[in-house]
Protein backbone atom coordinates (compact mmCIF):
# COMPACT_ATOMS: atom_id res chain seq x y z
CA UNK A 1 0.00 0.00 0.00
CA UNK A 2 1.57 3.60 -0.86
CA UNK A 3 0.49 6.23 1.56
CA UNK A 4 1.16 9.83 -0.03
CA UNK A 5 2.27 12.40 2.48
CA UNK A 6 2.74 15.78 1.63
CA UNK A 7 4.80 18.55 3.31
CA UNK A 8 4.08 22.07 2.91
CA UNK A 9 7.24 23.87 3.62
CA UNK A 10 6.87 26.77 5.71
CA UNK A 11 8.40 30.55 4.47
CA UNK A 12 9.33 31.21 7.92
CA UNK A 13 11.71 30.71 10.17
CA UNK A 14 10.55 28.88 13.85
CA UNK A 15 12.65 29.18 17.35
CA UNK A 16 15.49 26.39 16.92
CA UNK A 17 14.91 26.17 13.39
CA UNK A 18 16.72 27.14 9.93
CA UNK A 19 14.62 29.52 6.74
CA UNK A 20 12.34 27.47 5.11
CA UNK A 21 13.42 26.89 1.12
CA UNK A 22 10.82 25.28 -0.77
CA UNK A 23 8.19 22.80 -1.44
CA UNK A 24 8.19 19.39 -0.39
CA UNK A 25 6.34 16.45 -1.52
CA UNK A 26 7.16 13.19 0.70
CA UNK A 27 5.38 10.01 -0.19
CA UNK A 28 6.03 7.36 2.09
CA UNK A 29 5.80 3.22 1.16
CA UNK A 30 3.90 2.11 4.35
CA UNK A 31 5.33 -1.98 3.13
CA UNK A 32 9.13 -0.87 4.32
CA UNK A 33 8.71 3.10 5.73
CA UNK A 34 11.68 3.97 2.87
CA UNK A 35 10.65 7.93 2.04
CA UNK A 36 11.21 8.99 -1.78
CA UNK A 37 11.02 12.98 -1.56
CA UNK A 38 9.90 14.77 -4.10
CA UNK A 39 8.84 18.53 -5.05
CA UNK A 40 6.02 19.58 -6.73
CA UNK A 41 2.33 19.57 -7.09
CA UNK A 42 0.23 16.20 -6.34
CA UNK A 43 -1.58 14.13 -9.30
CA UNK A 44 -3.83 11.01 -7.31
CA UNK A 45 -7.03 9.38 -8.03
CA UNK A 46 -9.87 10.11 -6.30
CA UNK A 47 -10.36 7.96 -2.82
CA UNK A 48 -6.27 7.65 -2.40
CA UNK A 49 -5.32 9.70 0.61
CA UNK A 50 -3.03 12.64 1.04
CA UNK A 51 -1.22 13.72 3.98
CA UNK A 52 -0.67 17.54 4.02
CA UNK A 53 1.86 18.38 7.42
CA UNK A 54 3.33 22.38 7.55
CA UNK A 55 7.71 21.29 7.99
CA UNK A 56 10.53 23.23 7.90
CA UNK A 57 13.77 22.95 5.02
CA UNK A 58 17.09 23.32 6.68
CA UNK A 59 20.36 24.07 5.78
CA UNK A 60 20.80 21.12 3.41
CA UNK A 61 17.45 20.52 2.68
CA UNK A 62 17.06 19.03 5.98
CA UNK A 63 13.47 18.53 6.75
CA UNK A 64 12.48 19.62 10.86
CA UNK A 65 8.84 20.04 12.27
CA UNK A 66 7.92 23.15 13.41
CA UNK A 67 8.53 23.86 16.97
CA UNK A 68 7.05 21.81 19.97
CA UNK A 69 3.46 23.32 20.75
CA UNK A 70 3.12 25.14 17.55
CA UNK A 71 -1.08 25.58 16.05
CA UNK A 72 -1.13 24.92 12.84
CA UNK A 73 -4.39 26.67 10.55
CA UNK A 74 -5.10 24.95 7.65
CA UNK A 75 -7.00 27.12 4.29
CA UNK A 76 -7.82 26.21 1.05
CA UNK A 77 -6.90 28.78 -1.40
CA UNK A 78 -9.96 28.92 -4.03
CA UNK A 79 -9.99 30.33 -7.72
CA UNK A 80 -13.35 32.59 -8.14
CA UNK A 81 -14.41 31.54 -11.48
CA UNK A 82 -15.26 35.03 -12.93
CA UNK A 83 -13.97 38.44 -12.38
CA UNK A 84 -15.99 39.32 -8.85
CA UNK A 85 -13.93 42.47 -7.46
CA UNK A 86 -11.74 43.64 -10.24
CA UNK A 87 -12.64 45.33 -13.69
CA UNK A 88 -12.21 42.60 -16.95
CA UNK A 89 -10.72 43.64 -19.46
CA UNK A 90 -13.38 42.73 -22.12
CA UNK A 91 -15.90 45.74 -20.48
CA UNK A 92 -19.62 43.68 -20.01
CA UNK A 93 -17.83 40.33 -19.97
CA UNK A 94 -17.17 39.27 -16.31
CA UNK A 95 -15.24 35.73 -17.72
CA UNK A 96 -11.09 35.86 -17.44
CA UNK A 97 -9.54 36.93 -20.88
CA UNK A 98 -5.95 37.48 -22.20
CA UNK A 99 -7.50 38.21 -25.45
CA UNK A 100 -10.01 40.55 -27.08
CA UNK A 101 -13.64 38.22 -26.57
CA UNK A 102 -16.00 38.95 -29.37
CA UNK A 103 -16.33 41.08 -32.00
CA UNK A 104 -13.66 41.94 -35.05
CA UNK A 105 -10.90 41.97 -32.55
CA UNK A 106 -11.90 38.62 -31.80
CA UNK A 107 -8.60 37.35 -30.03
CA UNK A 108 -6.19 39.55 -30.30
CA UNK A 109 -3.69 39.52 -27.47
CA UNK A 110 -4.68 42.21 -24.00
CA UNK A 111 -2.29 40.85 -21.63
CA UNK A 112 -2.40 38.42 -18.70
CA UNK A 113 -5.66 39.00 -16.68
CA UNK A 114 -5.58 39.24 -13.58
CA UNK A 115 -7.69 35.45 -11.73
CA UNK A 116 -8.99 36.48 -8.28
CA UNK A 117 -8.89 34.50 -5.24
CA UNK A 118 -10.81 33.49 -2.06
CA UNK A 119 -9.13 32.18 0.94
CA UNK A 120 -11.53 29.66 3.29
CA UNK A 121 -10.11 28.71 6.45
CA UNK A 122 -10.57 24.55 7.13
CA UNK A 123 -11.52 23.79 10.93
CA UNK A 124 -11.51 20.50 13.03
CA UNK A 125 -7.92 19.38 11.58
CA UNK A 126 -4.91 19.21 13.91
CA UNK A 127 -1.32 19.65 12.83
CA UNK A 128 -2.16 18.07 9.65
CA UNK A 129 -4.81 17.30 6.97
CA UNK A 130 -5.42 14.35 4.95
CA UNK A 131 -7.75 14.51 1.70
CA UNK A 132 -8.85 12.24 -0.73
CA UNK A 133 -11.14 14.24 -2.98
CA UNK A 134 -11.87 17.63 -3.68
CA UNK A 135 -14.72 18.80 -1.32
CA UNK A 136 -16.80 21.90 -1.88
CA UNK A 137 -16.61 24.63 0.45
CA UNK A 138 -18.41 27.10 2.09
CA UNK A 139 -18.56 31.03 2.10
CA UNK A 140 -18.71 30.99 5.95
CA UNK A 141 -15.55 29.07 5.88
CA UNK A 142 -15.03 25.32 6.20
CA UNK A 143 -16.11 22.08 3.98
CA UNK A 144 -19.38 21.25 3.06
CA UNK A 145 -19.22 18.01 2.92
CA UNK A 146 -20.25 17.86 -1.04
CA UNK A 147 -18.37 16.70 -3.30
CA UNK A 148 -19.06 18.09 -6.97
CA UNK A 149 -17.56 16.28 -9.70
CA UNK A 150 -17.48 13.05 -8.36
CA UNK A 151 -14.29 14.71 -5.96
CA UNK A 152 -12.28 15.34 -9.41
CA UNK A 153 -10.26 18.43 -9.96
CA UNK A 154 -7.84 20.52 -8.31
CA UNK A 155 -7.23 21.97 -4.98
CA UNK A 156 -4.94 24.40 -3.52
CA UNK A 157 -4.04 24.47 0.03
CA UNK A 158 -2.04 27.03 2.63
CA UNK A 159 -1.29 26.89 6.53
CA UNK A 160 -0.59 29.24 8.95
CA UNK A 161 2.11 28.21 12.08
CA UNK A 162 1.58 30.08 15.14
CA UNK A 163 4.12 29.45 17.99
CA UNK A 164 4.06 29.52 21.71
CA UNK A 165 5.27 33.38 21.53
CA UNK A 166 2.24 34.06 19.72
CA UNK A 167 4.39 34.90 16.61
CA UNK A 168 2.15 33.56 13.67
CA UNK A 169 4.00 32.67 10.23
CA UNK A 170 2.40 31.11 6.77
CA UNK A 171 3.57 29.01 3.88
CA UNK A 172 2.55 30.27 0.66
CA UNK A 173 -0.83 31.00 -0.07
CA UNK A 174 -3.57 33.11 -2.26
CA UNK A 175 -1.38 36.60 -1.39
CA UNK A 176 1.37 34.99 -4.01
CA UNK A 177 0.85 35.52 -7.47
CA UNK A 178 2.66 35.93 -10.27
CA UNK A 179 1.51 37.24 -13.90
CA UNK A 180 0.49 33.99 -14.51
CA UNK A 181 -1.69 33.35 -11.66
CA UNK A 182 -1.31 31.65 -8.26
CA UNK A 183 2.25 30.74 -7.49
CA UNK A 184 3.57 27.57 -8.38
CA UNK A 185 4.66 27.63 -4.16
CA UNK A 186 0.68 26.81 -2.88
CA UNK A 187 0.74 23.06 -3.03
CA UNK A 188 -1.68 21.73 -5.95
CA UNK A 189 -3.42 18.67 -5.09
CA UNK A 190 -5.59 17.31 -8.27
CA UNK A 191 -7.49 14.31 -8.08
CA UNK A 192 -8.67 12.38 -11.19
CA UNK A 193 -11.84 9.61 -11.43
CA UNK A 194 -9.80 7.32 -13.85
CA UNK A 195 -6.27 7.07 -15.68
CA UNK A 196 -7.57 7.32 -18.94
CA UNK A 197 -7.86 10.58 -21.05
CA UNK A 198 -11.29 11.83 -19.69
CA UNK A 199 -10.09 10.91 -16.11
CA UNK A 200 -7.14 13.13 -16.56
CA UNK A 201 -9.60 16.14 -17.83
CA UNK A 202 -11.59 15.99 -14.68
CA UNK A 203 -8.56 16.83 -12.98
CA UNK A 204 -9.10 20.48 -14.22
CA UNK A 205 -12.54 21.16 -12.59
CA UNK A 206 -12.44 23.87 -10.44
CA UNK A 207 -9.94 25.46 -13.05
CA UNK A 208 -10.99 28.47 -13.88
CA UNK A 209 -11.56 29.74 -18.08
CA UNK A 210 -9.07 31.70 -19.19
CA UNK A 211 -9.98 32.88 -22.96
CA UNK A 212 -6.47 32.65 -24.79
CA UNK A 213 -4.74 31.21 -22.07
CA UNK A 214 -0.72 30.20 -22.45
CA UNK A 215 0.28 26.75 -22.24
CA UNK A 216 2.35 28.02 -19.14
CA UNK A 217 -0.77 28.25 -17.26
CA UNK A 218 -2.50 25.34 -18.27
CA UNK A 219 0.19 23.23 -17.53
CA UNK A 220 -0.04 25.10 -13.78
CA UNK A 221 -3.89 24.74 -14.02
CA UNK A 222 -4.46 28.47 -12.80
CA UNK A 223 -6.14 28.27 -16.05
CA UNK A 224 -7.31 27.25 -19.31
CA UNK A 225 -9.63 28.21 -22.53
CA UNK A 226 -11.53 25.54 -24.41
CA UNK A 227 -8.45 23.95 -26.29
CA UNK A 228 -5.57 24.57 -23.69
CA UNK A 229 -7.80 22.77 -20.84
CA UNK A 230 -7.84 19.26 -23.52
CA UNK A 231 -3.96 19.50 -24.35
CA UNK A 232 -3.05 20.39 -20.79
CA UNK A 233 -5.11 17.35 -19.59
CA UNK A 234 -2.98 14.97 -22.64
CA UNK A 235 0.05 16.89 -21.41
CA UNK A 236 -0.48 15.81 -17.61
CA UNK A 237 -1.43 11.71 -18.61
CA UNK A 238 2.71 11.38 -19.73
CA UNK A 239 1.91 13.14 -23.23
CA UNK A 240 4.64 16.16 -22.18
CA UNK A 241 5.11 16.28 -26.17
CA UNK A 242 1.77 17.47 -27.45
CA UNK A 243 2.06 21.27 -27.83
CA UNK A 244 -0.60 23.91 -27.19
CA UNK A 245 -2.76 24.97 -30.08
CA UNK A 246 -6.24 26.70 -30.69
CA UNK A 247 -9.20 25.20 -31.86
CA UNK A 248 -8.22 26.16 -35.42
CA UNK A 249 -5.17 24.72 -34.99
CA UNK A 250 -6.03 21.46 -33.39
CA UNK A 251 -5.33 19.47 -36.92
CA UNK A 252 -1.59 19.51 -34.90
CA UNK A 253 -2.60 17.43 -32.36
CA UNK A 254 -5.84 15.21 -33.45
CA UNK A 255 -7.00 13.51 -37.18
CA UNK A 256 -10.72 14.37 -37.93
CA UNK A 257 -13.04 11.31 -37.51
CA UNK A 258 -16.01 12.84 -39.19
CA UNK A 259 -16.41 15.40 -42.02
CA UNK A 260 -17.83 18.43 -41.17
CA UNK A 261 -21.47 18.61 -39.71
CA UNK A 262 -24.76 20.01 -38.05
CA UNK A 263 -26.49 19.74 -35.14
CA UNK A 264 -29.87 21.15 -35.07
CA UNK A 265 -32.27 22.38 -32.38
CA UNK A 266 -33.65 18.90 -32.55
CA UNK A 267 -30.94 17.20 -31.30
CA UNK A 268 -30.62 15.33 -34.71
CA UNK A 269 -27.39 15.22 -36.98
CA UNK A 270 -27.28 16.15 -40.40
CA UNK A 271 -24.92 17.03 -42.97
CA UNK A 272 -24.03 20.28 -44.64
CA UNK A 273 -26.78 19.51 -46.92
CA UNK A 274 -29.39 18.93 -44.29
CA UNK A 275 -29.47 14.99 -45.06
CA UNK A 276 -29.94 12.95 -41.59
CA UNK A 277 -26.34 11.77 -40.68
CA UNK A 278 -25.59 8.94 -37.93
CA UNK A 279 -22.75 8.72 -35.80
CA UNK A 280 -22.23 5.29 -33.86
CA UNK A 281 -20.84 5.69 -30.68
CA UNK A 282 -18.20 2.67 -30.56
CA UNK A 283 -17.59 2.71 -34.14
CA UNK A 284 -17.74 6.20 -35.74
CA UNK A 285 -16.64 8.02 -32.45
CA UNK A 286 -15.72 7.04 -28.98
CA UNK A 287 -15.58 8.79 -25.51
CA UNK A 288 -12.85 11.22 -25.40
CA UNK A 289 -12.90 12.69 -28.89
CA UNK A 290 -13.06 16.11 -29.55
CA UNK A 291 -15.79 18.20 -30.52
CA UNK A 292 -15.01 20.92 -32.39
CA UNK A 293 -17.84 23.81 -32.70
CA UNK A 294 -19.00 26.50 -35.19
CA UNK A 295 -21.42 28.75 -33.42
CA UNK A 296 -23.49 29.36 -36.53
CA UNK A 297 -25.54 32.21 -35.24
CA UNK A 298 -22.63 34.29 -34.03
CA UNK A 299 -22.41 36.04 -36.59
CA UNK A 300 -19.58 39.09 -36.77
CA UNK A 301 -19.51 38.15 -32.57
CA UNK A 302 -17.42 35.25 -33.56
CA UNK A 303 -15.25 35.70 -36.90
CA UNK A 304 -13.36 32.66 -36.65
CA UNK A 305 -14.49 29.33 -39.13
CA UNK A 306 -14.13 27.30 -35.67
CA UNK A 307 -14.79 28.86 -31.86
CA UNK A 308 -15.22 26.47 -29.64
CA UNK A 309 -14.11 22.67 -28.62
CA UNK A 310 -14.57 19.95 -25.91
CA UNK A 311 -14.34 16.37 -25.63
CA UNK A 312 -17.70 13.98 -25.36
CA UNK A 313 -18.63 11.77 -22.92
CA UNK A 314 -20.27 9.12 -24.37
CA UNK A 315 -23.44 7.54 -25.06
CA UNK A 316 -25.13 9.92 -22.61
CA UNK A 317 -29.18 8.49 -23.25
CA UNK A 318 -27.82 4.94 -24.77
CA UNK A 319 -29.28 5.59 -27.75
CA UNK A 320 -25.61 4.49 -29.51
CA UNK A 321 -25.81 7.48 -31.92
CA UNK A 322 -24.28 11.07 -31.11
CA UNK A 323 -27.09 13.39 -30.43
CA UNK A 324 -28.28 16.37 -28.70
CA UNK A 325 -28.64 14.62 -25.37
CA UNK A 326 -25.02 13.50 -25.30
CA UNK A 327 -22.77 14.99 -22.90
CA UNK A 328 -19.86 17.39 -23.98
CA UNK A 329 -17.12 18.21 -21.18
CA UNK A 330 -15.99 21.46 -21.64
CA UNK A 331 -14.77 25.11 -20.69
CA UNK A 332 -17.36 27.62 -20.12
CA UNK A 333 -17.94 30.67 -18.33
CA UNK A 334 -18.31 28.86 -14.79
CA UNK A 335 -14.89 26.69 -15.61
CA UNK A 336 -15.14 23.27 -16.75
CA UNK A 337 -18.58 21.55 -16.92
CA UNK A 338 -20.33 18.51 -18.81
CA UNK A 339 -23.21 20.12 -20.41
CA UNK A 340 -25.62 17.94 -23.02
CA UNK A 341 -25.07 19.09 -26.53
CA UNK A 342 -28.23 20.30 -27.50
CA UNK A 343 -26.77 23.55 -24.70
CA UNK A 344 -24.50 24.63 -27.44
CA UNK A 345 -27.84 25.66 -29.70
CA UNK A 346 -27.85 25.25 -33.54
CA UNK A 347 -23.99 24.10 -34.48
CA UNK A 348 -22.04 23.08 -37.18
CA UNK A 349 -19.39 20.69 -35.65
CA UNK A 350 -16.63 18.28 -36.60
CA UNK A 351 -15.45 15.31 -34.57
CA UNK A 352 -11.47 15.04 -33.74
CA UNK A 353 -9.49 11.93 -31.91
CA UNK A 354 -6.31 13.02 -30.46
CA UNK A 355 -3.00 11.22 -31.84
CA UNK A 356 -0.95 9.53 -29.69
Known sequence: MLVLLVSIVASFILPGTAAAEDL?????????????????????RVGESV?????????????????PGTRVRWFRVVPRMQHVETAPPNEGV?????SVLFGPRHGR???????????VELGGHEGQLTVDR???VSAAGGENGEAPFGGAGSAWYAATAEALAGTAHRTPG?????????????MRVSFRTGDDYLGWLSTYFHV????????????????????????????????????YTSVGGIASVARPVSSVLLLGEDGRVRDESGRAMALRWNDDIEAGDLFAIDYTTAGAQLPR?????????????????????????HMTPRGLLDRPLSNEGPIRFRVWRLRD
Not at 51 to 67: F, I, N, Q
Not at 174 to 186: I, P
Not at 224 to 230: E, T
Open 134 to 136: VTG
Open 51 to 67: TLRVVVVGHGGRLSPVA
Open 24 to 44: VVVRVTADDGAEDLRRGPVQA
Open 305 to 329: PWDHIGALLGDTNGDGLLGGADALR
Open 109 to 119: WLGYDAIEYDT
Open 208 to 243: PNVFGSTGPQADRYVGADCADVLVGARRASGGRQVR
Open 94 to 98: DQYSN
Open 174 to 186: GEDVDRLGLSRAV
